[in-house]
C-alpha cells in the first residue's frame, strides 16, 4: 500500500545538501542517518557521500552482512587499521578521489574529540563544514511508514494484553513485564525506550520508571511505552483507570482527550507544528488546567523516538505529507494526564495507531 504518493529518493535528497550548502561530500557516522540511508544498522561505521558515488565503511563485525544487505551506496568497504593513517588515511584517498574539497559532518551528532580527531588527520586543503542533518529524515518513505505502522500496532497489541490481564495488587513492573513480553512475542526489535507505568500518586511523575507498588482500586494508571521494528519507533501513551476513579479524575482526562483529539483534528499539509500545539494547548487553559502543561504537545517519531518536527510554540515547520508526528498533550497536574498517537499523510490524514475511548482508558471498570 502507498502512503505517500511521491516516492523519496534518498540519493536526490542527500545531492540537494550538497547544492544547498555547497560542500562536495557529506560524511554521516551518526547511527541513525548511516542508517537510514543505507538501510543497514551497524554500531560503527562512516557514509561518504559525494556527487559521484557513496561509500559505506564497516568494520570486520557487519562487513559481512554489509555488503549483502545494505542499499543506496555503490560501494561497502572494510575498515582497516593496518594501513597509513589508519581509517582516516582510508577516508583521505576516497576524498581526493571524488576531488572532495569541502565536506560537510554531522553538527547535530559528531562529538568534539571526533571533529578534532577528523580535522588533524584529514588533509588541510580539506576544509570541513558543519550541517545541521537534523531535518533529513522528517518526511518518510513509504517503507518507512510500513515499519512504524506495524511498531504501533505491535504496542496496541501490548496494551491490550496489559488491558485484559491487569487487576488489583498487580505490580507496575509486572505490567511493564506483559509489555516486554509482547514486544518479544509479535516481533518486535526492542522497546524503544524504558517503559513508563505510573500509578495512582506517581501518576504526577511524567517519566516514573515502573517500580514495585500495587496497582489499587479506584486509581489511574499511566502507562508510556514503545517498540521498534525493522529499525523503527512507536511512542504510546495510554491512561487506564481501574475500577471507578474519582470524577475529577476523570474530568481531568477528558480535558486532555479532547485537547488532543482537538489538535488531531487540525492536522493538515500546509499547517503548522505550533499551530496544533496551540489547539491542545489554549483548550486546555480554557479549562482552568493551563499551568500545568508545561511540555510541548508532540514531536516526530521515526528511526530515533523523538526527531524533527517539534510540536511546541517554538517550532513553525509546516507539515508536508509524509511527516509523522505524535500529538500527545498532557496535565501536569498532581493527578497526571497524557494521551498520545501519531498520524501521517497519505492522500488524507489517517492513523496510524488507533485512537478511541477504550483504547486510551477513560474508565475500565476491572474491580
Given at each position: 500500500?502507498?502512503?505517500?504518493?511521491?516516492?523519496?529518493?534518498?540519493?536526490?535528497?542527500?545531492?540537494?545538501?550538497?547544492?544547498?550548502?555547497?560542500?562536495?561530500?557529506?560524511?554521516?557516522?551518526?547511527?541513525?542517518?548511516?542508517?537510514?540511508?543505507?538501510?543497514?544498522?551497524?554500531?560503527?561505521?562512516?557514509?561518504?557521500?559525494?556527487?559521484?558515488?557513496?561509500?559505506?565503511?564497516?568494520?570486520?563485525?557487519?562487513?559481512?552482512?554489509?555488503?549483502?544487505?545494505?542499499?543506496?551506496?555503490?560501494?561497502v568497504v572494510k575498515i582497516t587499521t593496518n594501513?597509513?593513517?589508519?581509517?582516516?588515511?582510508?577516508?583521505?584517498?576516497?576524498?581526493?578521489?571524488?576531488?572532495?574539497?569541502?565536506?560537510?559532518?554531522?553538527?547535530?551528532?559528531?562529538?568534539?574529540?571526533?571533529?578534532?580527531?577528523?580535522?588533524?588527520?584529514?588533509?588541510?586543503?580539506?576544509?570541513?563544514?558543519?550541517?545541521?542533518?537534523?531535518?533529513l529524515r522528517a518526511i518518510k518513505t513509504n517503507a518507512e511508514i510500513i515499519a512504524l505502522q506495524k511498531a504501533c500496532a505491535i504496542g496496541d497489541l501490548?496494551?491490550?494484553?496489559?488491558?485484559?490481564?491487569?487487576?488489583?495488587?498487580?505490580?507496575?513492573?509486572?505490567?511493564?513485564?506483559?509489555?516486554?513480553?509482547?514486544?518479544?512475542?509479535?516481533?518486535?526489535?526492542?522497546?524503544?525506550?524504558?517503559?513508563?507505568?505510573?500509578?495512582?500518586?506517581?501518576?504526577?511523575?511524567?517519566?516514573?520508571?515502573?517500580?514495585?507498588?500495587?496497582?489499587?482500586?479506584?486509581?489511574?494508571?499511566?502507562?508510556?511505552?514503545?517498540?521498534?521494528?525493522?529499525?523503527?519507533?512507536?511512542?504510546?501513551t495510554r491512561t487506564i483507570g481501574l475500577g471507578k476513579p474519582p470524577a475529577k479524575m476523570l474530568e481531568i482526562f477528558d480535558v486532555v482527550y479532547q485537547a488532543q483529539k482537538q489538535g488531531i483534528e487540525a492536522i493538515k499539509p500546509g499547517v503548522t507544528t505550533s499551530s496544533i500545539d496551540k489547539i491542545c494547548r489554549d483548550y486546555i487553559i480554557s479549562k482552568g488546567y493551563g499551568k500545568y502543561f508545561t511540555h510541548s504537545t508532540g514531536h516526530g517519531v521515526g528511526i530515533k523516538i523523538h526527531e524533527f518536527p517539534r510540536v511546541s510554540p517554538f517550532c513553525d515547520v509546516l507539515l508536508e505529507p509524509g511527516m509523522i508526528i505524535t500529538v500527545e498533550p498532557r496535565n501536569l497536574h498532581s493527578l497526571f494526564m497524557r494521551c498520545s498517537n501519531r498520524r501521517w499523510y497519505s492522500s488524507n490524514w489517517k492513523w496510524l495507531s488507533s485512537l478511541n475511548r477504550s483504547k486510551t482508558g477513560v474508565n475500565f471498570n476491572l474491580s
Open positions: 500500500m502507498e502512503y505517500v504518493k511521491t516516492k523519496l529518493d534518498k540519493t536526490a535528497k542527500l545531492k540537494e545538501y550538497l547544492t544547498k550548502y555547497q560542500i562536495d561530500g557529506v560524511l554521516l557516522h551518526s547511527t541513525v542517518n548511516r542508517f537510514w540511508f543505507s538501510e543497514f544498522a551497524s554500531l560503527e561505521g562512516y557514509l561518504l557521500f559525494t556527487k559521484n558515488e557513496s561509500i559505506l565503511y564497516l568494520d570486520g563485525r557487519y562487513i559481512t552482512a554489509g555488503k549483502i544487505q545494505a542499499k543506496n551506496v555503490t560501494n594501513n597509513a593513517g589508519g581509517f582516516w588515511g582510508m577516508l583521505q584517498n576516497d576524498l581526493t578521489k571524488n576531488n572532495v574539497k569541502v565536506l560537510a559532518f554531522e553538527s547535530d551528532h559528531l562529538t568534539y574529540l571526533t571533529y578534532q580527531s577528523l580535522k588533524t588527520s584529514l588533509s588541510s586543503e580539506i576544509t570541513l563544514k558543519p550541517v545541521d542533518f537534523s531535518e501490548a496494551i491490550n494484553n496489559v488491558i485484559k490481564k491487569i487487576k488489583i495488587g498487580i505490580t507496575e513492573r509486572a505490567i511493564e513485564q506483559i509489555i516486554i513480553n509482547t514486544f518479544i512475542e509479535a516481533g518486535a526489535d526492542k522497546p524503544s525506550f524504558d517503559t513508563i507505568v505510573a500509578s495512582g500518586w506517581r501518576g504526577s511523575l511524567p517519566h516514573g520508571r515502573a517500580t514495585d507498588k500495587k496497582i489499587e482500586n479506584n486509581e489511574l494508571i499511566t502507562i508510556d511505552f514503545g517498540c521498534i521494528y525493522d529499525g523503527y519507533c512507536s511512542d504510546t
